[in-house]
């Protein structure tokens, strides 16, 4: 029976090559040519030069700003050195005029330590104070909760729990979402 197939061994070997094939993106499940060299022909993220002559760029940017901060302050001084302008006197030579910094006085320095001082002490007083306030709800509320529990297991004498309290619990709590 040569045009018959042999099921047995020859479904094993089928089974394998086209497990192979769709693994390896088969006949029909794979992309076809067109689309791929879409994929690839489409510019990436990740471009190694560009990368490269980004680092570079910043890199000379640090430098540049590094040279003109230290190149500044010597500026700086040659400018104090040139005069500003000149009084001009009957005979005299012309003296340019410098501007004095105002230094703080030590009084200055004293005020301003004393205002800081009193604003971190007023600020520390102020949370002392809702702390205070908080701890004081807290033992309001726990106080309210232990006088009503006591409430709800009291019994008469037959061991039947006391009605007034109950009825008044739900009654203060329909009141409450009223007002809500």
């Given at each position: 029976?040569?045009?018959?197939?042999?099921?047995?061994?020859?479904?094993?070997?089928?089974?394998?090559?086209?497990?192979?094939?769709?693994?390896?993106?088969?006949?029909?499940?794979?992309?076809?040519?067109?689309?791929?060299?879409?994929?690839?022909?489409?510019?990436?993220?990740?471009?190694?030069?560009?990368?490269?002559?980004?680092?570079?760029?910043?890199?000379?940017?640090?430098?540049?700003?590094?040279?003109?901060?230290?190149?500044?302050?010597?500026?700086?001084?040659?400018?104090?050195?040139?005069?500003?302008?000149?009084?001009?006197?009957?005979?005299?030579?012309?003296?340019?005029?410098?501007?004095?910094?105002?230094?703080?006085?030590?009084?200055?320095?004293?005020?301003?330590?004393?205002?800081?001082?009193?604003?971190?002490?007023?600020?520390?007083?102020?949370?002392?104070?809702?702390?205070?306030?908080?701890?004081?709800?807290?033992?309001?509320?726990?106080?309210?909760?232990?006088?009503?529990?006591?409430?709800?297991?009291?019994?008469?004498?037959?061991?039947?729990?006391?009605?007034?309290?109950?009825?008044?619990?739900?009654?203060?709590?329909?009141?409450?979402?009223?007002k809500k």
């Amino acid at each position: 029976m040569k045009g018959e197939r042999d099921n047995k061994g020859d479904g094993k070997k089928w089974n394998y090559k086209t497990k192979r094939q769709q693994r390896l993106g088969g006949k029909t499940g794979g992309l076809s040519l067109e689309a791929f060299s879409k994929l690839k022909s489409m510019p990436s993220g990740f471009n190694p030069s560009l990368i490269k002559k980004q680092r570079e760029f910043y890199k000379n940017a640090k430098l540049v700003k590094k040279y003109k901060t230290s190149v500044k302050p010597e500026n700086h001084q040659s400018y104090q050195l040139k005069p500003q302008a000149y009084e001009e006197g009957e005979g005299s030579e012309s003296v340019p005029k410098h501007r004095k910094k105002k230094r703080q006085t030590l009084e200055s320095l004293k005020e301003e330590s004393e205002r800081k001082r009193q604003e971190k002490e007023s600020e520390r007083l102020e949370r002392e104070a809702m702390i205070k306030a908080k701890k004081e709800a807290i033992e309001k509320a726990e106080s309210k909760r232990k006088v009503l529990k006591d409430n709800m297991f009291k019994k008469t004498r037959s061991g039947q729990p006391v009605m007034k309290y109950r009825i008044q619990h739900m009654l203060d709590g329909l009141l409450d979402t009223e007002k809500k």
